[in-house]
């Protein structure tokens, strides 16, 4: 059995077609063109790729490279990289690229949905906060004044909302330091070099362990259900997932199975006490040693759990922004009180 190993390449040279990329290629396989055909017809055909990548690319592809290698080249993420990997050796190319040109297009719409959900609050947000700046250093200390000079004390209400307009410009500051802080702490833990002790952190983090959890099954169950639909028996896929590099995660869950299985334990029982794989994997396994059809089974459950993730990426989205909206309409109200309140305090001292 060949090990794996692969890096990833630089940026991606395809931009906003790489999905396409994937699925005009398993098009033309379909349509009964060769790999080196599709490949060469494809990378004239994209005008987004430089003249330099080009060249390469026709050199990799002439010189009889893998598909994967070209992905590479092109800079697809290790995930992509990975799935054509595994389906170079068990055989599912065509369905293995039109899954995957669907996985990127589908998140590609995601992050834009979570952008679009995100960009209008935040810049309403940002545009408050400076003019609370602006008041804070113009408007407020001539107000203060004005008391000082009509002997006038304000009410506790204009106090406790002038000290939260006073405050908020350093809490926003503060909570955009705190944001970056625990991205920096989420970047540190997955390039730890112990893959057990980052698993372990990630299963943690409370919004992360649930995505983290949701990928690796998504990832586990679908090459290994692959894997078996095509005739490799399980110490064989196991001993595959160990020995490849792109996906570390993998790995180590590969290695605890096997641990597992070598104690004699059913490969359902194994999923069950591993962390990173949701448990209810095992109820599909399970049912498939009973009617004889594994590989089938854990392929269903991988795309139940790229539903999954999108599902809650997109209750995410749809929790923040009017949680953003109603913070920024109850700091509308406490500036407007602030200002409309002390005029209506010295008029009536006037009167």
Known sequence: MKNITI??????????????????LSALLKNGFTMQQALIFLTEQYEVIRRDDKTAMLGLINSGASLSAVLRHLGFSKSIIMQVSFAEIHGEIISNLEQSGEYLTTR???VQKL??????????????????ILLNYTVIPQFNELYSAMQTEKTMLVNVLTLILNYLPYAALAVTAFVLLGT??????????????????????????TYFKYYVTYTFSREFGYFLNNGLEVKEIILLFKTQTINRYLSLAAGTIETDLMQGRSLGDAITGMEMLDKRLAVFVNHGEYNSDVGRELIIYSEYSLENII???ESLTKKIQPVIFLILGLLI????????MPIFGMMSKIN
């Not at 890096?7 to 005009?24: E, I, M, P, Q, V």
């Not at 109200?333 to 409309?340: D, E, G, N, S």
């Open 184 to 209: 920096m702490v989420l970047f540190i833990i997955i390039n730890l070099k112990n893959t057990a002790l980052a698993a372990k952190l990630l299963l943690k983090l409370p919004v992360v362990k």
């Open 108 to 110: 590609k719409n995601t």
């Open 311 to 313: 599902i809650k990426i």
């Open 333 to 340: 109200v406490c500036l407007y009180l602030v200002i409309v």
């Open 7 to 24: 890096t990833r390449g630089r940026s991606n040279k395809l931009g906003k077609y790489d999905a396409h990329f994937l699925l005009k």
């Open 115 to 132: 952008v679009k959900t995100l960009q209008y609050p935040l810049v309403l947000v940002t545009i408050f906060i400076i003019m609370l």
